[in-house]
C-alpha cells in the first residue's frame, strides 16, 4: 500500500510500465517522457518517479524530469489522498482533469490553496480527409528529415528557444529522435528547407505531435509542413495525439480533423 518512490527510471518502467500501457492515450505523457529518460541513460539521477500500490495492483503513477513539472497517472482516490506527500516538493503537478475532485476533497486540505497554472487539452486524429485538408498551401513540397539536416534543425533550435526562453524542452527530444526516427517533417519550397514539424517516439502505437517551427516570416510553410507531419503520423499510429495550450492551436487542430480527448490541469501546490 501507498507511495514508493526511485530515481531509476527503468526500475519504474518495470513495475509501472503494464499500468501504463493499459491506458496509453491517457498515459501517452508519462510513457514518452519516461522513455526519453531511459534513452538519455539517467545521467545524474535527477529525476524521480513513484507509483502507488493497492495490493498488487498499481493504482496511480508519476514522473518529475528535471526543469519539468511533476506528470500524473490517473489516480485512484487513495493514490491521489497521499500524493502531495510523495512528489517532489515545489514543482508544479500536472494531472488528468478528471482526477480534480479527488484532490479537491477534504480527506486533502493542503490542496485547497493550489492554483491552476495551465490547462491542457488532449485531442486526437479523427479523419483527417473528413476536414479542411483541401486549403490552400504555398509552393513547395515535404519531405522527411534526415541526419543530414540535425545541423539547421540545430541552429532552428536554437532560434526557437531564445524567442521562447521558458520552454524547457531539449533538443535530443524535439529534433534528434525524431530525425533518428523519420518522424520529423520538413517543408521545402524552391529546393530550401523553411519549415518543421515534429512528432515523439512511436510508443504503444500512439505519437503526438510536437514543435511546428516557421525560422522566417513569410508564406503559411509552417501549416504546410504541419498538414505534413499530420498526414505521416497517421500512417505511422493507429493513434495521434496533440497537445493545445490556446484556444487558437486547438482551432487548428480542429480543423484539420482532430477531436478533444481529454484535458490535463498544471496546479501549483501550496507553500
Known sequence: MGWHTTTDVDRFLARVGPFLRSDPLT?????????????????????????????ARVDGAW???PDHSVVCSRLAPSAAASLLS????????????RDLGLLDRPAVPATEAASVLARIEVLRLGDPSASGWNRSRPLGAAR???????SLLHSWFEQFRRQHPDDTSSVEFVIDHPVDERGLVLWESEGRPVAMAS?????SDVVRLGLVY???PGPTYAEAALDAACLAASRAATHVL????????TASYLSRGFELLSERVVLVPPT
Open 27 to 55: 498515459h501517452h505523457l508519462l510513457l514518452t517522457e519516461a522513455d526519453f529518460w531511459s534513452r538519455a541513460g539517467d545521467p545524474g539521477g535527477a529525476a524521480s518517479f513513484g507509483w502507488s500500490r493497492d495490493g
Open 63 to 65: 514522473l518529475h524530469l
Open 86 to 97: 510523495a512528489v517532489p516538493t515545489g514543482i508544479p503537478i500536472g494531472v488528468d482533469a
Open 144 to 150: 522527411l528529415a534526415d541526419r543530414d539536416d540535425l
Open 199 to 203: 512528432r515523439t517516439s512511436l510508443i
Open 214 to 216: 516557421q525560422p522566417e
Open 242 to 249: 496533440a497537445f493545445s495550450g490556446s484556444a487558437v492551436t
